[in-house]
């Protein structure tokens, strides 16, 4: 059977739309390995084996490897409380949840400013009692937390809402405990959003850069997170690293991007 022609106006659009792509998806990464690769490759990795740039590689993945597991925690006891109990203040809860949606970063840095800081709320207890939290690592994961906690529960709740109970309810019926039905159950049904949510908050928390400016303080070799090097390295006026930097942060989503169909093509075989 031949295949259908298209029409003009079809051919227009897919033309037009691999047109935008380029121009706003490959053009800018191609750019930024044209820019860190102009000096050469010896440039490149020196600025790569940086002290401070590897230190903020290093805090990245570090600051991803604490905040993604525990948002994977909280959105499914989020996801399991609104889709599976009812309760008064339900929706309240829900559009708490969706709060750093609607809520600059750095409103939220500053936020945390107010409460944490030395002159904040509870700064000065804290400090006195030795747990200083401003411009420390701590300072990053909370706020990465804070604008990444809606990702994994905005993706869960409609699925979970629209599946309904009745495969729990039969699990429960049949004699497995709470956690045999989670596990055997639940959590196969809801594997991929699962997944996909966990990929936005990962991509998330190794771009943010508004909500840790304010928190970290930016010391190098310190409390610099990768975007926020990138940044200091322009500011220097060092072009070549700040481009080497980023692509360290493009390569580090385009892994994200090659697991998560690694993981789609491996379930799709079995």
Do not use: C
């Not at 405990?177 to 959590?187: A, I, K, N």
């Not at 594997?191 to 936005?200: C, E, R, S, V």
């Not at 006026?237 to 692509?247: I, K, L, Q, Y």
């Amino acid at each position: 059977m031949s295949a259908r022609r298209r029409s003009p106006a079809e051919t227009v659009l897919i033309g037009l739309a691999f047109l935008v792509a380029a121009l706003t998806l490959v053009a800018p990464l191609a750019l930024i390995f044209a820019y860190a690769f102009r000096e050469g490759w010896g440039a490149y990795l020196t600025n790569i084996i940086e002290p401070n740039t590897l230190h903020a590689v290093g805090l990245t993945v570090l600051t991803a490897l604490i905040v993604v597991p525990i948002n994977i925690v909280f959105g499914i006891a989020v996801a399991w409380l609104v889709t599976r109990h009812r309760f008064v203040g339900r929706q309240l809860l829900v559009t708490i949840i969706e709060l750093p949606f609607s809520i600059s970063p750095i409103v939220a840095g500053v936020a945390y400013l107010f409460l944490y800081g030395g002159q904040g709320l509870l700064g000065p207890s804290l400090q006195a009692a030795g747990i200083p939290i401003m411009f420390t690592v701590f300072a990053i994961f909370l706020v990465s937390l804070f604008v990444t906690a809606p990702f994994v529960a905005r993706e869960l709740i409609p699925l979970m809402a629209q599946q309904g109970t009745e495969d729990e309810e039969a699990a429960l019926s049949l004699g497995a405990s709470g956690f045999q039905m989670f596990r055997l159950v639940t959590l196969p049904n809801i594997g991929w959003a699962l997944l996909y949510g966990a990929i936005l908050t990962n991509a998330r928390v190794m771009g943010e850069f508004g909500g840790v400016s304010v928190v970290s303080g930016a010391i190098r070799g310190q409390t610099n997170t990768l975007p926020l090097q990138i940044s200091q390295l322009f500011n220097d006026f060092n072009v070549t690293g700040a481009f080497a930097a980023a692509t360290l942060l493009a390569l580090l989503a385009v892994v994200t991007i090659v697991l998560k169909s690694l993981l789609e093509w491996r379930n799709g075989a079995h």
